[in-house]
């Protein structure tokens, strides 16, 4: 029988760790910084509400959804592990060597920002009470389905599509069901533009770090063991972050003459969401690559929807979809088969490509039309948007009653 | 004689009250920070069961030193910038300036 | 002999990290938020000096206290590992695959917390050094003392009284500590209210968000091994945790009509308190109820708390003083055999509730009537209070010649 | 053929995260802190632009010159590794039982946080580009080579100085070239003191604590296995910084009568600064004495420094330079036999203090010179200097287009 | 003709001027933060040996506009609201208002 | 008749102008965080291509009340303390006074 090996529980202990912490506080300062000061609570408050929400949901029932014995390639049997039941689940998780709880904990974090993420679209004008709805509702019909699809047994890992740490599960669907949301909710009243106006950089910065660090913990964590995988995986992620990081600031510099801070931070992000699919197949090289296009793509969406003057408003699209998409096929270019078995165009496996391509469309077509359903349900039921009074004077005090800065 | 022109306007207007202030050549000023309300009492906000009231509400608050003479031109661009047409819009008051003191004109007057 | 297993000792690493960032900045962001401006830096310096002098302390003497071998269930024999000389300790701590020193430094993390936790008590109006004493005093003569009881072999891990991760050791004793010192002290002079009143709600919930994930270290940790007592441990830890922060939220939003994000990191850390003692004993299912009954249970000693005019400022013993009485007792209702060895009332074995209820009230009447004894002594020596004039203007620069913001 | 083993690669894991984590944001937060609010930003920017620039430099070149095959006791051979080739490079890193590509990253995490450590001496002055262009020549001409001579085969290895975590390798290293570039640079205009004006203390405290927190990544990870040193970093780690923390607020008190939280801070900087060398070496009472008389050291040389009127402005060279050099030669005093293989002066041993001193000024020396040499070239090529209307508004705005707050 | 009335007052007592104002039916008020000394010369605090100075506390500047006839119910409620007895309870100046202008209305008389 | 003295003066210069005062024996005063720009209309850095003013430049504003003949004393204590020599040093204006009231004075009179 199985035992558990302890490093690699070890590891996972750690990385689920890290992975909570991208989310609580990492996600909510990097957008709560975004905002203007009179949104930030509620803006945090969207990301912490959809974290417990999320996390609640999944081990009663996304957990099954996700991993329970495949039906018909398309979901778990959500019965399999309701409530975790100890005398229901195998004390190891099959195929690892590490305890099944952990592995759900793991999991969970993944479902629970991938959900968080969305809250992008709602910035500075959603009802905190849609929105809770709206994540329960997610996290089970969207997340837990799409990653059966690539993770669970379902019909994208029959296809070998590669997805090292959730490029299609947790960043395009997330960042194509924020943009859906952001068309659905409209944009918001009384502002100059639809780039958002951080009013705290620093905090911006915090969450970035946080996100940074978490995000070793995301994609080395997904080797589910603390092995050579896990170690290709933490240092493609911290060049492509650091690639993005300078990419972005690049382009920045090249069109108004100087760089910035949250072109950064946004390029980070953007590098290291495009690595996640690719860590556990990539070098090095390819990493410095697939980080800085990721960055300069990322930075050509933002400026695109602006100009389009789509309120996504703080880029879960641009940044998580778009480099999300980008990820996922250039895994199929760039997975070196000296790192694991798997080869990419560039090393002379075009077929790669087509399973790349198949699961980054159906993640997209499939988020898109579950979070439009849902978020039209969500609309006739409780209604998305704060009242006019209520965006003009920000959401803190009118949603929360509460101010975030009193010196 | 100047005259203290002290505005009371939106945050998000700022860029357009000193826009139209720049059309007709007014650069110096003074920007606070303040909070206010205004006649509106503040807003009481009940949308949801318990009224929350939202009494002070993030303005600017605009100090400009002019000479006498431009005061109407400087009230006229101030009010055309600020307008949106909603309660919030604001106020201008004008107060008399009994002296107007350049430091640095001031200071060799008081070296020499 | 016994090896160091390196998966065991990894997560203890991590985990002790873990911890130590929950002091260092964690809660001394917690509590700071949540004073004046003008006093958040002598509440953070609270929590620095109390952690600083409370590690020096814990390497020295207080170990031995805790961990020597036992003196009649009261005591370690306090010279057996005084300075933790190499040569005068077990390489490995005996019954765990650990280095001794590691294990030291674990239990240290706790011991400083414990400590720091108590600052609630003299917000806004106690003197850094007859807090720098009382500290000091306090970690020796209480907390080791208890951590012995529990853990060190003493008379209340002889009636099997279960705690996992100091529910009894650390959050009851530094709670009802808290209640103590806050009478002794007196109440704060010029406020209106005795509620906190937050100058920097953000500072507030990072502070929470790195609670939350140095708490998976420090319950998932107390299994001292990565094994599947820790990756249970993780998982209701972050189960209850969650639970706990909407409970919270529901409850305000129940009366107020609003959430708020200082209720959900309320009930975060209640949750958090809650599950605590009983993380490596209860399932899922149980840590779901733990945790929204802290929430609620904590809310509810809170507006009691306000009510009564007690100033026991930031709220030590409202959330971890009764979260953690009530974490206790729900070991003895929830603790599912199918877990770990031992069974609940809610699984036929009523008589575990004996030892946690003993366990209880003699945890709290021994750290009550001792910080009474040693926050007079105080007093007389040094004096808790400064004087009016300060706390009239703040004691950041008076006490520390320094203003947190220079905009 | 050794294998991976999981439990240290747990650790190292981890431990390499904690460290990125030091960087970003943890330094980034204590200097930006440090300065005024209008060069806040600027002050972040070059920690995180360093950072980056210096990852990509070392998985390109950087770890071959380090860590390639010795050429002369100088340097690695540079090509030896270039790029990081999976077919090029071991897959277990000779000696460790831990994968090469998360050494790779590991000790490329110390690498950056050295680079970044030198941006004191350019606060509120610098310009972002000519500190790039700096950055990319200090990592590959000064670090990578020092780094060899102690860690990669090099001569001060053969002489058997004794460098745990990188007294000399990151802090002698960037702290005296700190003190080099702010003479290259100059003073600050317009500034009526040489001392940092903190604009916000609560940011210089969350900075504090993720930099204690990655540091027990930094010292304890350094054992490259989770076993019984890494233990030992640990614990005096911690110790040392408590000791350091509790020293420097004491002579802050002696000399105004008053501790400070910014006094607290340096001296538990100052203590894990002269811990690091030393960690594996010494015990817990060593530890105490090491890091209390680092915190009056530094305390001492930042006033002398402010005295002189030198404007080496965030104290890089008093705090990292100087106890980095105390340090050095704490290990050749402390070294206990019964902690390690090694003995120091007070453990019978006077020998050890010669590769200790040697080493010392071996990297004063060869930092002071290079960075002098990189330094002229980059004011000759780029200008170091914001011009005087930049510096007088203060840097965020003219050089990122950027403001912190925007309340 | 209208007047400024400026209060500097305790930031803590803020909540119970606004209530003594509403009492008489003044609503409108803008709210600055401020610090000050008064004649005290600010606090010198020295229970430690070394002696530090806090000389500027923080404190709120209340600007209302009013017409004269209500000016000196105003200075009543608000020191009615101010007052603790000790010092640093602040001071109330009153300056002369020439224009007062509301924007809106100012705007439609520009636009017609 | 009491006058209010209001000076925009630089943050860092604010010390020298409190130690100015303090040597005429005048400690009240408020002090307010402002941004401001003078006649230069901001200042316009270009030395990267791209050019970016930075036309709102942090300042302080500093108001002293006191009796009408103090005021030319105080004004020259200001300037003193202010200048540097460089644009942006600041301007002084002098504005009427009607009442000035010290709130715990006024009190007594109100409760008696
Ligand atoms: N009488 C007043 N005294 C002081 N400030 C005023 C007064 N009236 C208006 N203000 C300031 O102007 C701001 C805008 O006022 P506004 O709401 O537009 O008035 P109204 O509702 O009458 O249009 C207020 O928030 C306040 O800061
Ligand atoms: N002469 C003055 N000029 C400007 N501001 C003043 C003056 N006197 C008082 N203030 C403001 O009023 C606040 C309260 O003054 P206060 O301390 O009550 O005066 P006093 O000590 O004379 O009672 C001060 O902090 C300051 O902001
Ligand atoms: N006419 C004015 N109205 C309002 N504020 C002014 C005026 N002129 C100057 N100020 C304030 O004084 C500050 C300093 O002005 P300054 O730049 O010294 O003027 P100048 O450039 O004419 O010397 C400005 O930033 C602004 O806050």
């Known amino acids: 029988m199985a035992t558990v090996n302890p490093g690699d529980t070890a590891w996972l202990l750690s990385a689920s760790s890290m992975v909570l912490f991208m989310s609580i506080p990492g996600l909510a300062l990097f957008y709560g910084g975004l905002v203007r000061s009179r949104n930030v609570l509620s803006t945090m408050y969207h990301v912490l509400s959809a974290f417990a929400i999320a996390v609640i949901a999944w081990v009663i029932l996304g957990f099954s959804i996700a991993f329970g014995s495949n039906i018909a390639g398309f979901i ?5 592990f309701l409530g975790l039941l100890p005398s229901e689940i195998p004390k190891i998780w099959p195929g690892t060597s590490v305890p099944t709880l952990i592995y759900v904990g793991f999991q969970g974090m993944f479902a629970a920002i991938a959900t968080a993420i969305i809250a992008s679209a709602i910035a500075e004008r959603g009802k905190a009470e849609a929105w809770m709805l709206f994540s329960l509702l997610w996290v089970l019909l969207v997340y837990s389905v799409i990653a059966h699809w690539v993770w669970g047994g379902g019909w994208l890992s029959s296809l070998h599509a590669l997805d090292f740490a959730g490029g299609m599960v947790v960043h395009i669907s997330s960042g194509f069901s924020a ?17 958002a106006i951080p009013h705290n950089i620093p905090l911006i910065l915090i969450g970035t770090g946080i996100l940074w660090f978490g995000w ?73 690559i697939i980080g800085a296009i990721a960055g300069i793509l990322s930075y050509c969406m933002v400026n695109f929807r602006i100009r389009k003057g789509w309120d996504e408003t ?33 090393f002379g496996n075009p077929y790669q490509l087509v399973p790349q391509i ?5 993640s997209i077509v499939y988020a898109m039309v579950m979070t439009y359903i849902i978020a039209k349900f969500v609309d006739a039921v409780v209604g998305w948007r704060v009242p006019e009074e209520v965006e003009k004077v920000g959401l803190d005090l009118p949603e929360l009653g509460e101010e975030a800065y009193n010196m | 004689m100047d005259k ?14 000193k826009g139209e202030l720049e059309k007709i050549g007014i650069y110096p000023m ?9 006649s509106q009492k503040g807003i009481t906000l009940s949308y949801r069961g318990i009224p929350v009231t939202i009494d002070l509400i993030p303005k600017i608050q605009l100090e400009i030193v002019v000479p006498e003479e431009k005061v109407q031109e400087v009230i006229d661009a101030i009010t055309r910038g600020a307008y949106t047409g909603n309660p919030g819009d604001g106020r201008i008051i004008v107060l008399p300036v009994e002296m107007n003191i350049k430091i640095r004109d001031h200071y060799k007057k008081l070296s020499s």
Do not use: C
């Open chain 1, 76 to 80: 778990g049997n959500p019965f399999q």
């Open chain 1, 358 to 362: 198949v699961g980054t469309i159906a």
């Open chain 1, 216 to 288: 070793l913990g995301f994609n080395a964590g997904s080797a589910v063991a603390a092995n050579l995988d896990a170690a290709n995986a933490w240092l493609v992620t911290t060049v492509a972050a650091a690639s993005g990081a300078l990419a972005w600031a690049f382009m920045t510099k090249r069109e108004t003459g100087r760089p910035s801070t949250v072109a950064y931070a946004s390029g980070a992000v953007a590098g290291l969401v495009a690595i996640t699919p690719a860590a556990g197949y990539v070098d090095v090289i390819g990493s410095i």
């Open chain 2, 4 to 17: 203290l022109v002290i505005a009371f306007i939106r945050p998000e207007k700022l860029d357009d009250v």
């Open chain 2, 30 to 38: 003074t920007v606070i920070e303040v909070k206010g309300r205004g």
């Open chain 1, 179 to 195: 943009l859906v949301l952001s068309f659905i909710i409209g944009r918001r009243k009384f502002i100059k533009t639809v780039e």
């Open chain 1, 314 to 346: 703080l880029d879960a699209w641009a940044v998580h979809g778009m480099s999300g998409v980008w990820g996922s096929i250039a895994t199929g270019l760039f997975a070196d088969p000296a790192v694991a078995k798997a080869a990419g165009l560039f």
